[in-house]
């Protein structure tokens, strides 16, 4: 079956610009997560969606946000691009049981200049 | 932050088994222990979970002792594809929809 597909896979944005991330979750998984990655940091949890509504969100500003729409599929957008902003974003989908693992996409690479 | 320890970084010969531990010494009782692993610049890849008993799947197998405050990860024959970040992580699940990641472990897989 399809895995979960993100897209674009790389961006380039200039410092104050907006942008938009999609995520397709695996058919008939409901529960979409985002992550962003960096080498400082690590993995770091952003937010979970199920069936249109964010359940748990992490410590990020609130110029990141995301929606999730009627079919499972997940948008994310950070807004006012700053540098410390480029990283990897990945995003995970699971099944309802909630024993089951998480399956990641390969992520868009985002870098701010 | 991360309620799992790893050690940043194991060798492996190709072919061996490749033994990563993990102490989660404050696991709740509904916690289940994962396994992801990361290969450069891919998303994380499942490999494995457990609650109590052990497990083993076409990837590898896990070892939870019988307090559950430690786990070991094997892998039965280590290939060099098998070199990549490797996390533990213990999850509810229910209550918080999130995977809370540490720095995990580099297993690089030698020649």
């Known amino acids: 079956k399809a895995g979960v597909t993100q897209t674009p896979r790389y961006l380039i944005k200039t410092r104050g610009q907006q942008v938009t991330l999609s995520c397709s979750p695996i058919?008939?998984?409901?529960?979409v997560s985002w992550y962003q990655q960096t080498p400082g940091q690590g993995l770091q949890f952003l937010f979970e969606y199920f069936s249109e509504t964010q359940r748990n969100k992490g410590n990020f500003p609130g110029r990141f946000s995301g929606r999730q729409f009627s079919n499972s599929r997940s948008e994310m957008n950070v807004s006012t691009l700053e540098l410390g902003d480029s990283a990897l974003y990945l995003c995970a989908s699971t099944g309802t049981r909630d024993s089951y693992g998480y399956t990641f996409g390969s992520g868009t690479r985002l870098t701010v200049v | 932050d991360a309620k799992t320890t790893q050690p940043p970084s194991m060798d492996c010969a190709e072919g061996r088994a490749a033994n990563l531990p993990c102490n989660h010494s404050?696991?709740?009782?509904?916690?289940?222990v994962y396994w992801y692993r990361q290969i450069h610049s891919q998303g994380p890849q499942y490999i494995i979970h457990g609650l109590k008993n052990n497990e083993t799947n076409e990837m590898a197998s896990l070892i939870i002792t019988e307090d559950r405050k430690s786990s070991t990860l094997i892998l039965p024959h280590a290939t060099l594809r098998d070199t990549a970040v490797y996390y533990c992580?213990?999850?509810?699940?229910?209550?918080?929809?999130?995977?809370?990641f540490g720095k995990g472990t580099l297993l690089t897989v030698n020649p």
């Open positions: 058919s008939g998984h409901r529960s």
């Open positions: 404050t696991i709740s009782g509904n916690e289940y």
């Open positions: 992580i213990v999850n509810s699940g229910g209550s918080n929809y999130k995977l809370t």
